[in-house]
């Protein structure tokens, strides 16, 4: 898990990177956040695609990145609860 400060001096931007992601890596993360103020929970599901999978999908790497990068841009804060 690594983090830093986020545009404002009272934020914390963090984020888990996963190395060499395998398909037994798959599964539901959640971020609990805790201070004085309250407290907050994200959640993330992982899918890990083998080679195979992604070949039958028609997807290549660049349009899979494309793909990844619209679905971001669109969820804004929507996958918070």
């Known amino acids: 898990v690594q983090f830093r400060g986020g545009p404002q001096k009272f934020e914390v931007t963090g984020w ?15 971020c609990f956040a ?3 103020i309250g407290e907050v929970v994200a959640g993330a599901t992982l899918t890990v695609l083998t080679p195979d999978q992604l070949n039958m999908t028609g997807l290549t790497l660049p349009k899979l990145q494309n793909q990844l990068q619209e679905d971001d841009a669109d969820s ?6």
């Open 16 to 30: 888990l990177q996963i190395q060499s992601v395998r398909v037994t890596d798959e599964g539901i993360y959640r």
């Open 34 to 36: 805790k201070n004085k």
């Open 76 to 81: 804004e804060d929507s996958d918070y609860y």
